[in-house]
């Protein structure tokens, strides 16, 4: 199987998963132009038999890279960050650190390129970003803003986070990353009654 990391840990006859996996790991350092199937078994190190066995072509190979994206790894993802009831500013802080142990956004970018060439990857992001939108709301919801202004700052927070500024590459994207969520929680009404508080203490 393969790690997380895309790293391969050879347990024996491959899955679709480790399949699925190496894919993605390739569309990451190469791009949609780099993913054939010959780069996977050289990858794999196998035969395409294998391939063979779990998809009836590359055709349906692609479409299963695109939806493995969205209802596996940005659900897993999400799901960690909101692991143990955490506050919504611990929910945001592990969504950005889980997204960039996990590769998840160099492969959300790689996806990104890709769904402006094949309908199958753009359906995929659009899928994405509402799951992702839909948990950044709830958070700035949680932490007291109105419906509309949560969905706003939702939409800058992911905006801010996907656009590709070459200035911003780590270690400056994540203290981008901390800047911008600062900017955009600073207010929070849920905030308020804390900081008076310890001002009265």
Request: hydrophobic fraction near 50%.
């Amino acid at each position: 199987m393969t790690s997380r990391s895309g790293t391969l840990r050879r347990t024996g006859r491959l899955t679709r998963l480790d399949w699925l996996e190496a894919g993605q790991a390739i569309l990451c350092d190469a791009g949609i132009a780099g993913l054939k199937l010959a780069a996977l078994t050289r990858r794999l190190h196998v035969s395409t038999g294998s391939f063979y066995h779990h998809f009836a072509d590359f055709d349906s190979y692609l479409s299963a890279v695109a939806e493995h994206f969205t209802a596996d790894q940005v659900h897993d993802t999400l799901r960690q960050a909101a692991e143990g009831s955490a506050d919504p500013l611990t929910r945001l802080r592990r969504l950005r650190t889980l997204s960039a142990r996990t590769r998840l956004f160099r492969l959300d970018a790689a996806m990104r390129v890709w769904a402006a060439t094949d309908p199958r990857a753009a359906a995929a992001m659009r899928n994405a970003e509402a799951i992702v939108l839909a948990f950044l709301t709830q958070a700035f919801r949680d932490l007291g803003y109105a419906r509309d202004e949560a969905a706003l700052r939702a939409r800058m927070l992911l905006s801010a986070n996907v656009a590709r500024i070459e200035a911003a590459a780590p270690p400056a994207g994540k203290r981008f990353f901390r800047e911008a969520l600062a900017l955009l929680t600073g207010d929070a009404p849920a905030a308020r009654p804390r900081l008076v508080a310890a001002r009265g203490r």
